[in-house]
């Protein structure tokens, strides 16, 4: 099922997400939007089942309170939101990278190990304390108390690029270019083992493809771990629709791999679950790497050491390209490897470290 997504500003009674959903079957209300609404609204399943019961949902301009109300394709879904509410997230002098800046937008480079936005566990550290410092009140208010700005995510400790809308018009403008995936994100990446078009285990991998280029394609649905509710699994039904595409850049024996990922979505952990999927986790991944390990007797002690020893997912969001959400000019950016992975990819390839 995809969508068209439209937000519009109602002042004091905040904004108002349009959804029109475009094909699939013939589906119920609550699993419709759970589909559909963009990630980047930040609604879950429980937030948007009281939104219907509380009539803010409307179909074809009518409020709907049946969770179960069946909806066709074309159907126009329209999601009332409640205004932002009263900042409670406090300034604070975190350091920032600052890549470009203007008065729509900022892009960030982030380093590995802080969070984007405060959830329980993160009250505190994260890089919205840190705009909200930099920027003052200029962030956009879409996001809410805990969000402002926030069009996209990358994980904790992921590195690299973000941008972040600084008014309501960038926002909308960014939402709409991640929805229909104009976005370019490219991530560079450091797994287990070495994946290859021509291997017949991965060839036999359910949703896996190859494309011209030696381009991997990984097409998945993905959805809340059954059992594990922070972590994401591929499931085959009643998930969100995922592609990911993996070119490999350097191999070091059968051992590991520097890959470049893109996504044409961006699921939460997209990356980590599809890699993982794949049957290459990355190096470091706590949660999805798998128990894998570099041999010392293949590769050498040194980089047993280093790519075994790990404190995080190897991935970093190396490149960033969107359109201007207010002037239209393409803008595209980069950010190298940082200092960590760099020693692991020096004793990957024997250079000292």
């Known amino acids: 099922m995809s969508l068209s997504e439209d937000i519009d500003d109602d002042d004091a009674l905040g904004a108002s997400l349009r959804i029109t959903l475009e094909e699939g079957a013939t589906d119920r209300l609550d699993k419709a939007l759970a589909r559909a609404v963009p990630e980047e609204a930040a609604l879950s399943r429980t937030r948007l089942a ?3 019961a509380e009539g803010d949902v409307l179909v074809n301009g009518v409020a709907v309170t049946d969770a179960k109300a069946k909806l066709e394709p074309g159907t126009e879904v329209e999601l009332r939101l409640a205004p932002p509410e009263t900042l409670e997230t406090l300034p604070e002098d975190i350091p920032l990278t600052v890549v470009w800046e203007d008065a729509d937008l900022i892009v ?14 993160s009250p505190n550290g994260t890089l919205v304390n840190a705009l909200l410092h930099h920027c003052g ?18 994980d904790k400790e992921t590195s690299g690029l973000l941008v972040v809308a600084k008014s309501d018009r960038a926002h909308h403008g960014l939402a709409k270019q991640f929805e229909k995936h104009t976005v370019t994100r490219h991530y560079i990446a450091m797994v287990h083992g070495v994946p290859d078009a ?15 280029g030696g381009i991997i394609k990984i097409t998945t649905l993905l959805a809340r771990h059954k059992t594990d509710r922070q972590r994401q699994a591929v499931v085959w039904h009643d998930g969100r629709h995922a592609v990911t ?17 893109w996504l044409e979505t961006g699921r939460t952990h997209q990356i980590r679950v599809h890699m993982a999927h794949a049957g290459h986790g990355l190096l470091g991944d706590p949660t999805y790497g798998g128990k894998r390990k570099i041999s010392p007797k293949v590769l050498s002690d040194a980089a047993a050491e280093a790519g075994n020893g790990f404190g995080r997912q190897a991935l970093h969001a190396a490149t960033l390209g969107f359109d201007h959400p207010v002037t239209g000019e393409r803008l595209e950016f980069e950010s190298p490897l940082p200092e960590d992975m760099v020693a692991v990819l020096m004793a990957l390839r024997g250079a000292p470290v």
């Open 50 to 52: 009281k939104m219907i």
């Open 108 to 121: 960030i480079d982030k380093p590995a190990g802080m969070v984007v936005h405060p959830a329980p566990g």
């Open 137 to 154: 009140d200029t962030l956009s208010g879409i996001g809410g108390a805990r969000r402002p700005g926030i069009v996209h995510r990358i």
């Open 198 to 212: 021509a291997d017949p285990r991965l060839r036999g991998v359910k949703g896996v493809s190859f494309e011209a």
């Open 245 to 261: 595409r993996v070119r490999v850049l350097e191999t070091f024996a059968d051992q590991a791999a520097l890959v470049e990922c």
